[in-house]
């Protein structure tokens, strides 16, 4: 399985199998798992549909590491609009953006305008933006850009990895932003020396990192609990009912067509849900992530691959 799941993640960072692969049908009809379609208004329609089920929504548009500016402004033009359309439609959605979408590998300067347009219209609408962690070697950028931007606009979150062995010490250098921070587990193909491999330690570590940010809730902190795991989630539930946290101190997001079955059965239980709904062309390297969360999907993929 750590094989397949290394395997998997080359081909995700591989620049020219990013640009060959999305071409095959088979791979094209298999990504329909995990995202409603490539347009806004498909995320716009999954999003109206899980409302009567009491879930929310995150919309992120696809895209990473863009090499030419004029795309990312494009691309934070585009989240502006996507603000407009959820405040016009009253939906309760967020959305959540990667740095390197908006240029950061090109001008860190005009990735920071970019955010900074995107978060100010969600302010103005009434929303929140949720800055996404990609691969280790940006995590100090990361980190100084949400600072930044956090001392200004109370509606920005910031998503930490729990696999990575620094994160601890990163939480603690936020708390005293009264930080809205999404944890999850970690994605991307990361070596030895920066973050946990094995299961056991990542979720030790993501249920340390959640039970250390439910003590600053009350202080203006915010909580969201972003993974599948169902003990983990049991398990900071147990945590969140024994210090006296109400459901809605907190919340939980997933992403969209993984564990439904989970999704509603939080929201059935009172607890604030969120299903991260994903759109846009640029899908190949974030889905072939998806498969490497689980190869076991792989098997899904073939069947496609025969099927008409
Ligand atoms: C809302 C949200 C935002 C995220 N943002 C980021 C980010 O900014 N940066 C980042 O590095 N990572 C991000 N991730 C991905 C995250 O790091 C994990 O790779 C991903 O969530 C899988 O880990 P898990 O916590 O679900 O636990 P796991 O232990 O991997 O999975 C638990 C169970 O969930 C199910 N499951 C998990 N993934 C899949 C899948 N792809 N297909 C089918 N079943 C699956 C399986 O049943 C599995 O046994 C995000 C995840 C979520 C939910």
Not at 122 to 134: H, Q, R, Y
Not at 184 to 213: I, W
Request: a positive charge; glycine letters at 6%; proline letters at 3%.
């Amino acid at each position: 399985m750590g094989l397949a799941r290394n395997a998997l993640l080359w081909i995700s960072e591989n620049r020219k199998l990013r640009q060959a692969l999305p071409k095959y049908k088979f791979i094209r009809r298999a990504v329909s798992r995990f995202m409603p379609g490539e347009e806004l208004v498909d995320a716009l329609r999954a999003a109206e549909q899980l409302k009567p089920q009491s879930i929310s929504a995150v919309f992120t548009h696809l895209g990473e590491n863009v090499t030419d500016e004029g795309e990312a402004k494009r691309d934070a033009d585009d989240y502006i609009d996507a603000l407009r359309q959820i405040r016009q439609r009253g939906l309760d959605t967020h959305v959540s953006v990667k740095l390197t979408h908006l240029g950061l590998d090109l001008n860190e300067k005009a990735c920071v305008d970019n955010l900074v347009a995107i978060v100010s219209e969600a302010k103005a609408v009434g929303n929140m933006v949720w800055i996404d962690m990609e691969q280790s070697h940006y995590v100090d950028r990361t980190l100084d850009i949400y600072k930044r931007v956090r001392k200004e606009y109370p509606n920005v979150g910031l998503c930490l990895q729990a696999y990575l062995y620094r994160t601890e010490k990163d939480l603690d250098g936020l708390l005293p932003y009264s930080p809205a921070i999404r944890f999850v587990k970690g994605a991307y193909k990361e070596p030895h020396s920066v973050a946990f491999k094995r299961k056991s330690d990542v979720d030790a570590n993501f249920f340390k990192l959640t039970t250390t940010l439910m003590q600053h809730v009350s202080a203006g902190s915010k909580l969201v609990v972003g993974t599948h795991d169902t003990k983990l989630i049991q398990a900071i539930q147990d945590k969140a009912a024994q210090i006296g946290a109400s459901k809605k101190g907190y919340e939980f997001h997933l992403l969209y067509g993984i564990h439904v079955s989970e999704q509603l059965r939080l929201a059935r239980e009172g607890f604030s849900v969120r299903v991260l709904i994903s759109y846009g062309s640029f899908w190949f390297p974030w889905y072939v992530r998806r498969l490497a969360e689980r190869p076991a999907n792989i098997w899904f993929v073939m069947r496609k691959m025969f099927s008409s």
